[in-house]
């Protein structure tokens, strides 16, 4: 069965400094897909950013970056002049490709402090 | 514009009562999923619908049902609500063309149970 682990339950960062939350995966399939939500206090899930596993390199959407070591099963989030607006809970979740069903991680708090 | 609707976004209910909780969607999509969160968890999948298809997570309890008419609707019925059951109840869809769609959330329905 495939597992989404996230170490960090909460992580706290400076208003305009950099912040990376980590995320582990464990799967038995070459072909699949990796995903960062965010969740905002009372607010809905939104896509932050996606991998395709088939990709080495990693994705960027602008202030968000990845970085996928896929030998290592390793997916971290790097959030970069980090606002306000990005204190949320943070969710690393994973797919089979063509497959229907997203695996999520437990999640990580992140708390931007002005 | 609001693309996956659910309501209510607040449904207080005693225990035993029977409660419905429902989803639409603007986006045409295929899948349609309904997702538990309780506080500061990772969402749980309860079950969900390729077109028609009904797909029941195996750790799904009886006590908990689902319709969908159409397309666009989607219901969860929660047959007798026990206190366990109080949660965020996310619902969110995915298109089929292909692997790797993201999923759009809806923002909730919380469920207190009295």
């Known amino acids: 069965a495939q597992t989404v682990t996230q170490s960090q339950p909460e992580m706290s960062v400076q208003e305009a400094e950099t912040v990376t939350l980590s995320c582990t995966y464990d799967t038995s399939e070459s072909d699949y897909y990796l995903f960062w939500y965010k969740q905002p206090p009372s607010r809905q899930m939104i896509l932050v950013i996606r991998q395709e596993a088939y990709k080495q390199q990693n994705a960027t959407e602008n202030r968000f970056s990845v970085n996928f070591q896929k030998a290592a099963k390793s997916f971290s989030l790097k959030i970069s002049d980090s606002q306000l607006g990005d204190a949320a809970m943070y969710f690393c979740?994973?797919?089979?490709?063509?497959?229907?069903?997203?695996?999520f991680g437990p999640g990580t708090r992140l708390s931007v402090l002005p | 514009d609001a693309m996956v609707i659910q309501n209510p976004r607040y449904q207080v209910t005693q225990f035993g009562k029977p409660v419905t909780l429902s989803c639409s969607q603007t986006?045409?999509?295929?899948?349609m999923y309904w997702y538990q969160q309780k506080s500061s968890q990772a969402p749980k999948l309860l079950f969900h619908?390729?077109?028609?298809?009904?797909?029941n997570e195996a750790d799904t309890p009886d006590n908990f049902q689902s319709r969908r008419p159409n397309t666009s609707f989607c219901f969860l019925d929660i047959r007798s609500p026990g206190l366990g059951d109080a949660a965020m109840y996310l619902c969110a869809t995915s298109g089929s063309s292909g692997g790797g769609l993201e999923l759009f959330f809806g923002e909730g329905s919380r469920l207190t149970v009295l």
């Open positions: 979740a994973y797919s089979v490709n063509y497959g229907q069903n997203f695996v």
């Open positions: 619908y390729y077109d028609k298809d009904f797909n």
């Open positions: 986006l045409n999509h295929n899948v």
